[in-house]
């Protein structure tokens, strides 16, 4: 072993023993002055796909189009930044996608090419929430009884799906367990919005309750790239051991790769093992999926290139969203079923 490498992992056990893991990279507000993109966009195509029926689509079918796969991490603040989406922003790209006839899904349903709660004629979407942040689903406690904040993701999402038919709870959560600032289990102390430790596991329960998936995205963010394997299992092993509390017997299937950073020995994003060396249990994982950071609409699990090892997400920063959408539309290119 290295000089170099033994201290990566040094600072890895540092940070682990201390539940505090990598700071999210920081605020960075290239996008900011684009503020929320919730206004009409002359030009765009979506018009043409805009229905009074929402239950039925009037595309024509395309099952090797391609699925735009969102990407959100904190739901919240006053302007949209690279890790932040306020909360109108985000409303607005629900609007957006409900109105152009996508339809929400989960990671699980499209590998297994499971459409059917996607109406004839319209296209599934996939929502995936990164790092398990309070901004993403919070409770607020009065009188002894917990509510969903409104304002957080999760109760957006609520909100939204109150007022627009057909509008399921299929989304996907991928989640850190032991990470900074309240990044465990959408957080795990008092000062982290108020939320309490013993709240995680009711949480990620809940999730699983209403029919969203849970995502393994490691322990504490860790960028796998710069790990030596024992760490990368670890990283991802007590994660998915964290899911299994929440939730015994819980089948991870899908893996969101921090920063989009894939380990050295590619394959251990997928499959691998780690040994608690105080209880001598061995933790196996094996995901079906792995979710890049980026790279634009996903291909289908129709298409004979889908490679769901690799599967390509679009980044809620900016505008981009409804670009890419606005580009699906005009080349013809989204899938529609
Ligand atoms: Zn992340």
Redesign the pocket.
């Given at each position: 072993m290295t000089f170099r490498v033994a201290l990566i992992m040094l600072a890895a056990l540092a940070a682990c023993s201390k539940g505090n893991g990598q700071a999210k990279a920081g605020n960075n507000n290239r996008e900011s002055n684009l503020g929320a993109n919730g206004e009409k966009r002359a030009g765009s195509a979506s018009g043409d796909v805009a229905t009074a029926d929402t239950m039925k689509g009037k595309l024509p079918k395309n099952q090797t189009g391609k699925i735009p796969i969102l990407e959100y991490h904190v739901i919240g603040g006053d302007k949209n930044s690279l890790y932040t989406r306020t909360a109108a922003s985000f409303r607005a790209d629900l609007e957006d996608v409900y109105k152009r006839g996508y339809r929400p899904i989960t990671v699980a349903q499209m590998l297994d090419k499971d459409f059917s709660e996607v109406p004839d004629g319209m296209s599934p979407v996939v929502f995936v929430f990164?790092?398990a942040s309070p901004e993403q689903f919070r409770y607020i406690e009065q009188n002894g009884q917990l509510t969903i904040d409104p304002t957080s993701g999760v109760g957006i999402w609520l909100d939204f799906a109150k007022t627009h038919p057909g509008w399921r709870n299929r989304a996907t959560f991928c989640m850190l367990n032991g990470g900074a600032m309240g990044h465990n289990f959408f957080g795990d102390k008092e000062k982290f919005q108020g939320q309490n430790n013993a709240w995680r596991f009711q949480k990620v329960k809940w999730l699983a309750d209403q029919g969203f998936e849970l995502c393994s995205?490691t322990l504490w963010?860790a960028k796998l790239s710069q790990y030596p394997d024992a760490v990368v299992q670890e990283q991802i092993a007590r994660n998915v051991m964290g899911i299994d509390s929440a939730v015994t017997g819980y089948k991870v299937r899908t893996f969101?790769l921090?920063y989009g950073l894939w380990p050295k020995n590619r394959p251990l994003a997928w499959q691998g093992s780690w040994t608690n060396p105080k209880t001598g249990k061995t933790q196996a994982y094996k995901f079906d999926a792995v979710l890049e950071v980026a790279g634009g609409p996903a291909k289908s699990p129709y298409d004979p290139s889908f490679n769901p090892k690799s599967i390509n997400r679009i980044e809620a920063i900016g505008n981009d969203i409804s670009r890419q959408l606005d580009m699906l539309d005009r080349t013809k290119t989204r899938f529609v079923k």
């Open positions: 990164d790092d995205h963010h969101a921090p």
